[in-house]
């Protein structure tokens, strides 16, 4: 795969800051107000690269932002994404492609070789037997029994369970903070190794997509109505396209419903997620939008 670089401006955003707590039990009260208190940036250099054993556990980690606590083996779907490599993408900081050779020698420590976001697609009805797979066909169901309507029940069943069409797993997720922007070149490079993959007859022809959403909702107030923002910002326009779609609180799955540090005055939000259905005709036109989107934002 050729890597993708991006240069990306990770912003604090008091309105918005949704960054990762610290793991430090020691920090004083006014540390951690200073923390959320500052407006400053850092630019990294990001890329996409194929996914390789020694990223399982990066992988397992976004995976488990995006299924908090949910009875689906992590470990073994990570491993599905590794081994098909030549399809998807791991979001790493960039480095020389001259160190290549030194590999072996690096420190896992480097933050060059920390795992700052996935992107790929899994087909569902090729890996059904894949006990992940199946598990999280079990949750879908589940959660759809308790929050879908009758008509979205019936197309999620139509995707995922009729035998008649094929659905691809589509994971788009990393770390909070990190622009919309990386999510451009993940995306086309995505696109472009499934058209490579069909022309060799493998098995990355879609009739959907299935997508999950992590958004967070604070509550309507008085006047003021309910405020949703999403953790991946260009993930609205998935939403937009999307042909069936339901919302579950994983509120009772987090520790808090605060995914950072956040400043007194700010508000407690509540987590959810949102499956969504896309009709895989449309992807691309997403990603063209999402790319225009980005464009235009960086030239204001």
Not at 55 to 79: N, P, T, Y
Not at 131 to 158: D, G, P
Not at 227 to 251: C, R
Request: aromatic share 8%; with cysteine.
């Amino acid at each position: 795969m050729t890597s993708k670089k991006v240069k990306v401006e990770a912003e604090d955003d008091e309105d918005r800051r949704m960054d990762t707590k610290s793991d430090s039990d020691d920090s004083s009260d006014e540390e951690n107000e200073e923390a959320v208190e500052g407006d400053e940036g850092i630019t990294v250099d990001f890329e996409g690269r194929n996914p390789i054993d020694p990223d399982l556990d990066g992988i397992k980690q976004m995976l488990g932002q995006l299924f908090v606590k949910a009875h689906i083996d992590l470990g073994e779907l990570a491993s599905a994404i590794i081994g098909q490599n030549y399809v998807g993408s791991v979001l790493k900081q960039s480095y020389n492609d001259e160190e290549d050779d030194d590999d072996e020698d690096m420190d896992m420590d480097d933050p060059c070789q920390v795992v700052f976001g996935v992107t790929t697609v899994i087909n569902m009805r090729n890996k059904q037997d894949l006990n992940s797979i199946r598990q999280l066909q079990k949750m879908i169901f589940e959660k759809a029994e308790k929050y879908a309507t009758e008509l979205v029940i019936q197309q999620f069943r139509e995707a995922l369970e009729s035998g008649n069409k094929t659905t691809g797993l589509l994971i788009n997720e990393r770390f909070i903070n990190i622009p919309a922007a990386v999510s451009v070149p993940m995306c086309e490079n995505l696109l472009n190794e499934m058209e490579r993959a069909r022309t060799k007859g493998m098995p990355y022809s879609f009739d959907y997509y299935l997508m999950f959403v992590k958004y967070y909702q604070q509550a309507a107030s008085g006047d003021k109505p309910a405020e949703v923002i999403y953790s991946n910002d260009e993930e609205e326009y998935f939403i937009k396209e999307s042909l069936a779609s339901f919302d579950y609180s994983v509120q009772k799955e987090t520790t808090t419903a605060l995914a950072g540090q956040w400043q007194k005055k700010d508000e407690e939000l509540q987590p959810f997620r949102k499956v969504l259905l896309i009709e895989a005709s449309k992807l691309p036109g997403i990603i063209s939008t999402i790319k225009s989107l980005v464009s235009s934002a960086a030239n204001k």
